[in-house]
């Protein structure tokens, strides 16, 4: 197992400025240790929480710029519907959350070679006028983005021992 370090004083920092930016600590922490490179092999260096850390900052990031078929587009579809992050999550006491991704997991099954395959700028816009779907999940994370991030920063705070060693 790959030792996560984080120093105290930048989460004493990032703890000021709020839970994004704490939240943040621990998945750059973690990005750090494994070069940036999420692989089947770096994904074995690390435990589930600090796995499920970076799952969530992925389809944060991906939802929070193009919603699930952008995710689903970019490839991170199986990382996302075919671990167990629903499960993980839904552990960490985000059940809505939980429910959001096996609604979504529908939809991937659904729409998924659509998706995937190469598509031109115009094609990929298109999808989403065809999958109105998604509409309704990519708001429910938008709008629930806050509270998720905030419980998410209760977790690693209750269990930080599960995301990296704190040092002075």
Same mark, same amino acid.
């Given at each position: 197992?790959?030792?996560?370090?984080?120093? *105290?004083?930048?989460?004493?920092? !990032?703890?000021?400025?709020?839970? *994004? !930016?704490?939240?943040?600590?621990?998945?750059?922490?973690?990005?750090?240790?494994? %070069?940036?490179?999420? =692989?089947?092999?770096?994904? !074995?260096?690390?435990?589930?929480?600090?796995? =499920?850390?970076?799952?969530?900052?992925?389809?944060?990031? #991906?939802?929070? /710029?193009?919603?699930?078929?952008?995710?689903?587009?970019?490839?991170?579809?199986?990382?996302?519907?075919?671990?167990?992050?629903?499960?993980?999550?839904?552990?960490?006491?985000?059940?809505?959350?939980?429910?959001?991704?096996? *609604?979504?997991? %529908?939809?991937?099954?659904?729409?998924?070679?659509?998706?995937?395959?190469?598509?031109?700028?115009?094609?990929?816009?298109?999808?989403?006028?065809?999958?109105?779907?998604? /509409? *309704?999940?990519?708001?429910?994370?938008? #709008?629930?983005? #806050?509270?998720? =991030? %905030?419980?998410?920063?209760?977790?690693?705070? #209750?269990?930080?021992?599960?995301?990296?060693?704190?040092?002075?």
């Amino acid at each position: 197992m790959i030792d996560i370090i984080v120093k *105290d004083a930048a989460l004493q920092q !990032a703890a000021g400025e709020g839970v *994004d !930016a704490f939240v943040k600590v621990f998945i750059n922490a973690i990005r750090t240790a494994i %070069s940036g490179e999420l =692989t089947t092999a770096t994904m !074995a260096e690390l435990n589930a929480d600090q796995v =499920t850390l970076l799952a969530w900052n992925i389809l944060h990031e #991906e939802l929070m /710029d193009g919603g699930f078929i952008q995710l689903i587009h970019n490839g991170y579809g199986p990382f996302i519907f075919k671990n167990p992050f629903a499960k993980a999550v839904k552990q960490w006491g985000l059940r809505d959350l939980s429910k959001l991704i096996y *609604d979504a997991h %529908s939809l991937w099954l659904k729409h998924r070679e659509q998706i995937e395959c190469e598509l031109t700028e115009d094609e990929f816009m298109a999808l989403f006028e065809q999958m109105p779907d998604f /509409d *309704d999940l990519d708001d429910m994370f938008v #709008e629930n983005e #806050e509270q998720w =991030t %905030s419980d998410i920063a209760y977790y690693i705070d #209750e269990h930080i021992e599960h995301f990296a060693t704190i040092i002075k």
